[in-house]
């Protein structure tokens, strides 16, 4: 997922070069390894409100941000198509370069508009596990709380491979999970690799 959207980020900053918009030149900190573009800054986040003049995202973590958008805010999609801040909607993943002023204003230089998050993969604890749902809570490593359901299609095995079940998953135990969400609005667990205990 990361490689695909270095990838789509590249082609967007390229798109944005060829089309004459103003891109700074990237220039990597070597002391943190972020990239940044003259004063702006690489970010990103899921949105979870958007105005007329700006939205706001909320990171792993829990903190939120507010964003100013100008008419010099250049907007692509997923597809590296030009978008606009009345394409975003509450759920979407955003990246781009905010300017960061001195009194803390973040100002959108680019934003990529991802979309709603439909995988997930990570790590972290199962918190409890539903037999009769065949679910279980599970907690990452950034604090957030999933509810993961599993199928005959969900593979579950162990740090060695070997094929475990349903009934191995205990409250506890640490895991890797790899997940979609499905049409029916629930998370579906794709894989499961369960750790030491």
Same mark, same amino acid.
């Given at each position: 997922?990361?490689?695909?959207?270095?990838?789509?980020?590249?082609?967007?900053?390229?798109?944005?070069?060829?089309?004459?918009?103003?891109?700074?030149?990237?220039?990597?900190?070597?002391?943190?390894?972020?990239?940044?573009? @003259? /004063?702006?800054?690489?970010?990103?986040?899921?949105?979870?409100?958007?105005?007329?003049?700006?939205?706001? +995202?909320?990171?792993?973590?829990?903190? /939120?941000?507010?964003?100013?958008?100008?008419?010099?805010?250049?907007?692509?999609?997923?597809?590296?198509?030009?978008?606009?801040?009345?394409?975003?909607?509450?759920? @979407?993943?955003?990246?781009?370069?905010?300017?960061?002023?001195?009194?803390?204003?973040?100002?959108?230089?680019?934003?990529?508009?991802?979309?709603?998050? +439909?995988?997930?993969?990570?790590?972290?604890?199962?918190? +409890?596990?539903?037999?009769?749902?065949?679910?279980?809570?599970?907690?990452?490593?950034?604090?957030?709380?999933? /509810?993961?359901?599993? @199928?005959?299609?969900?593979?579950?095995?162990?740090?060695?491979? @070997?094929?475990?079940?349903?009934?191995?998953?205990?409250?506890?135990?640490?895991?890797?999970?790899?997940?979609?969400?499905?049409?029916?609005?629930?998370?579906?667990?794709?894989?499961?690799?369960?750790?030491?205990?």
């Amino acid at each position: 997922m990361w490689a695909r959207w270095k990838l789509m980020t590249a082609g967007v900053l390229t798109a944005a070069l060829l089309l004459g918009a103003a891109a700074p030149a990237l220039a990597a900190n070597p002391q943190t390894g972020s990239a940044t573009v @003259d /004063e702006a800054r690489w970010a990103g986040g899921q949105v979870t409100a958007v105005g007329a003049d700006s939205f706001t +995202t909320g990171g792993p973590r829990g903190g /939120e941000h507010v964003i100013a958008v100008t008419a010099e805010t250049i907007f692509y999609d997923e597809n590296a198509q030009p978008s606009s801040l009345g394409a975003l909607q509450v759920g @979407d993943r955003v990246r781009g370069l905010v300017d960061v002023a001195e009194d803390g204003v973040l100002t959108a230089k680019l934003v990529v508009n991802l979309g709603p998050q +439909t995988e997930y993969a990570g790590g972290g604890v199962i918190a +409890t596990v539903d037999g009769a749902e065949q679910s279980f809570v599970f907690t990452s490593r950034h604090g957030r709380v999933w /509810e993961f359901y599993v @199928d005959s299609a969900t593979e579950i095995t162990n740090r060695a491979g @070997d094929d475990l079940a349903f009934a191995d998953l205990n409250a506890g135990d640490r895991a890797a999970v790899r997940a979609e969400l499905r049409d029916d609005g629930k998370w579906w667990a794709v894989h499961i690799k369960l750790g030491p205990r």
